[in-house]
């Protein structure tokens, strides 16, 4: 029997919800949120789109953008813009979700929320009118916006609702959690894995796990990756003076994972990282192209696609990527 929901803001210090709402985070229910994408604004007011519909065909204008554990997660890496403890000198502890709201009244409220968000475009004279309906008739999910997704236990029958109201999901894990995944009684659109290390002491150093042992859990997810049926890719988030070497030790762990894609990408210096990394860490495009041209040369995963705006670069062992319309 599933547990009843319980009010976790209570146990969440005020200053982070402040700042989460200061943000312009929507909050759901007691542990999600969505909020406005980047790539929602430009694709209603400028007619530009973000990279995962130039790569998949997922269109920016209607996605929405959320967490089901926007507080949570067992890592603190340094390129994160989520809020961490210590960041607004407070201390919370939170590498779990203690009771959890139920999918149906998440999906209720992304949706409210999303609406909200779409209502205030309303007034705009730059709008473009088609998108601005077609974006009142949401048809994605990108549960990739803060925090450690399968730390929500009902993920599967989150994305299964999901799915059946029409929508498609990406989905982006740390896979340090192995067990969830292996789990999920639904798999989502695609699946994300990050690798943001080529080995155990980059790892330490760059995505401070709060546990011992999540380096060997997301090997374990690494490991069996290549037996999920939806499309998978491995994102690796690149920094500057952090992860941008090892070229070989990424390959070898990229050849036991066998994704459908590999993204790489530049950490972006936003939100709360700015308080941890530099300007200077955020590589620039053309060092991006070398890591990826590097990497093709390795791994024997072509360069299929990329985005200049975006910093992020597409290999695949495919002509051409799965596109969702």
């Known amino acids: ?16 919800l402040r700042a989460l709402r200061n943000q312009k985070y929507h909050m759901v229910g007691n542990h999600s949120a969505v909020k406005r994408c980047k790539w929602l604004n430009e694709a209603l007011t400028r007619n530009r789109a973000c990279y995962k519909q130039k790569f998949y065909g997922i269109k920016s204008h209607q996605c929405i ?4 554990s926007v507080f949570c997660c067992n890592q603190e890496c340094l390129f994160c813009w989520r809020a961490q403890e210590g960041d607004l000198k407070i201390k919370y502890n939170l590498n779990k979700i203690p009771l959890q709201d139920q999918p149906e009244e998440i999906i209720k409220g992304l949706f409210k929320a999303q609406s909200s968000i779409i209502s205030g475009y309303a007034g705009n004279n730059n709008v473009d009118w088609r998108k601005l309906s077609e974006a009142a008739r949401p048809k994605h999910v990108a549960i990739s916006l803060t925090g450690e997704p399968t730390l929500y236990e009902f993920l599967g029958e989150l994305l299964e609702l999901l799915h059946k109201k029409g929508l498609t999901s990406f989905l982006v894990s740390n896979g340090t959690l192995p067990s969830r995944l292996l789990d999920l009684i639904e798999e989502p659109s695609q699946l994300y894995i990050s690798l943001c290390a080529p080995n155990r002491e980059v790892f330490r150093r760059l995505c401070k796990p709060k546990k011992p042992g999540l380096w060997g859990r997301l090997n374990e997810t690494l490991n069996f990756l290549s037996s999920f049926n939806c499309p998978t890719a491995i994102r690796i988030t690149l920094v500057e003076g952090y992860n941008m070497e090892n070229i070989e030790e990424y390959a070898k762990i990229i050849d036991k994972a066998c994704p459908t894609y590999i993204e790489t990408k530049a950490y972006m210096h936003i939100g709360f990282s700015n308080l941890r990394l530099d300007y200077h860490r955020m590589p620039k495009y053309d060092r991006i192209q070398e890591f990826s041209s590097n990497l093709s040369k390795k791994t024997g995963y072509k360069i299929i696609d990329q985005s ?5 670069v597409l290999l695949s062992k495919r002509e051409k990527p799965i596109r969702f319309n």
């Open 1 to 16: 029997m599933r547990r009843k929901s319980n009010n976790l803001k209570n146990s969440i210090p005020s200053p982070l």
């Open 308 to 312: 200049r705006d975006s910093r992020v």
């Open 65 to 68: 953008q959320m967490s089901p």
